[in-house]
């Protein structure tokens, strides 16, 4: 492969935000995750903006603050955590993710959230946002009615939604110490460990602000995690029973289910509508996996089954969902994928709920589209916040 060429594609995985040009480290730009967003919005309503990051990225965006409110935001490739982040910060405001009867969705401002983005560092699938003091109230023991108020030093990580990253590689993200610089001194600092300070699911690190650093500091803290590398895809019938194999993985719909359904209107929460709500039930498994049969059964292996049954235990046969469409002759339906209860290791496989609704209540399933990730690799995240302010 020629150098120009090379650099060429280098290139293509990078992306610019604001004006800004943002550099993907080799590998991280083929994680599967949300779709890559592209707008040029020049004081357009939020709402608007919002609407089309979503139809871009494949999961919702809601912007919930001031009816009416604008915002000017460029993106040219950029990724979906990147653009969340940087329209928070732009419209000064914190984002949470939610679940709702609807699916999930992240929301602009957070409802528990409260302190605003002031600046991020995305590495592929992950972001990390600065929220220098966040404010909270700490109770008090011997007036519990009366929390003082207090504040700490904060740092948040959020994944992309459509990403099945493992995060717990070797220990949880907040066991790990944050590097703060100022000047020539580096001071490595270990998260204070009250989750109070932000009411989310997520993880976040938050210091004291009574420690003796002062001034502006630049914020470093490496996060390695598990990601696949891949994505693969394959249709098969809506219908109970229905089993496919598709190169190295067994897909078995075990449950079909289709009703009508009253639901709020997602337009007006005063009203309600009615819905056809369709759901299935899926499990994917490694074809290897069925090894394990072998070995429940009181079987013997071959050296290379073992060895192939070995790597499916260490984590690199992981399996998640990442799309799935619901095609009723010409029309297909993005579905709300979530894991449904039962099996969940590379052995006996992975088992997901696919569910949507449509206002058509003749809607009727006939296939499932589904794309799922796989080939598990370690990447080495490294973010780096400049211009942190210590007060």
């Known amino acids: 492969m020629t150098a120009w060429l090379v650099a060429a594609l280098l290139l293509q995985s990078d992306y610019t935000l604001n004006g800004k040009r943002h550099a993907v480290r080799a590998g991280l730009a083929d994680i599967p995750q949300g779709g890559r967003i592209t707008i040029d919005a020049r004081d357009r309503k939020v709402t608007d903006v919002a609407d089309d990051i979503s139809r871009q990225a494949g999961f919702r965006l809601q912007w919930d603050g001031e009816k009416g409110a604008t915002v000017t935001l460029s993106a040219e490739g950029a990724p979906f955590v990147a653009v969340v982040a940087e329209l928070a910060r732009t ?9 709702s009867d609807d699916g999930p969705f992240v929301q602009l401002p957070g409802t528990f959230v409260k302190d605003p983005v002031l600046a991020w560092h995305a590495e592929g699938p992950l972001v990390v946002t600065w929220h220098g003091l966040a404010a909270r109230a700490k109770t008090q023991f011997d007036d519990p009615k009366k929390p003082a108020p207090e504040s700490r030093y904060a740092l ?9 990253a493992n995060l717990h590689v070797e220990k949880a993200p907040r066991e790990r110490l944050v590097t703060f610089r100022v000047g020539d001194a580096a001071h490595e600092l270990k ?25 502006t500091a630049t914020i470093e803290i490496a996060l390695p995690f598990h990601a696949p590398s891949r994505t693969t895809g394959a249709t098969t019938a809506w219908e109970k029973g229905t089993k496919l194999t598709s190169g190295d993985v067994t897909i078995t719909v075990e449950s079909v289910k289709s009703e009508r359904k009253k639901v709020r209107d ?21 074809v290897d996996g069925a090894l394990y049969d072998t070995i429940v059964k009181g079987g013997r292996l071959t050296d290379e089954e073992g060895r192939r049954l070995a790597q499916l235990q260490e984590g690199g046969g992981a399996l998640g969902l990442h799309e799935a469409k619901i095609e009723a002759g010409s029309t297909v339906v993005v ?4 894991a449904a209860a039962g099996v969940s290791s590379p052995l006996d496989g992975y088992r997901f709920e696919i569910r949507c609704r449509s206002q058509d209540l003749s809607f009727k399933p006939g296939r499932i589209a589904l794309v799922w990730a796989g080939s598990y690799r370690k990447f080495d995240a490294a973010f780096r916040i400049e211009g942190a302010e210590l007060k």
């Open 335 to 338: 579905a709300h994928v979530s």
């Open 156 to 164: 948040r990580l959020w994944k992309d939604p459509r990403c099945h």
């Open 266 to 286: 997602p337009k007006d929460v005063f009203k309600q509508i009615e819905v056809m709500e369709s759901t299935a039930v899926v499990k994917l498994r490694h």
């Open 191 to 215: 998260s204070d460990h009250d989750p109070a300070v932000f009411s989310s699911s997520a993880p976040t690190w938050e210091f004291n602000p009574r420690t003796a650093l002062k001034g």
């Open 91 to 99: 419209m000064k405001c914190a984002f949470e993710e939610f679940q």
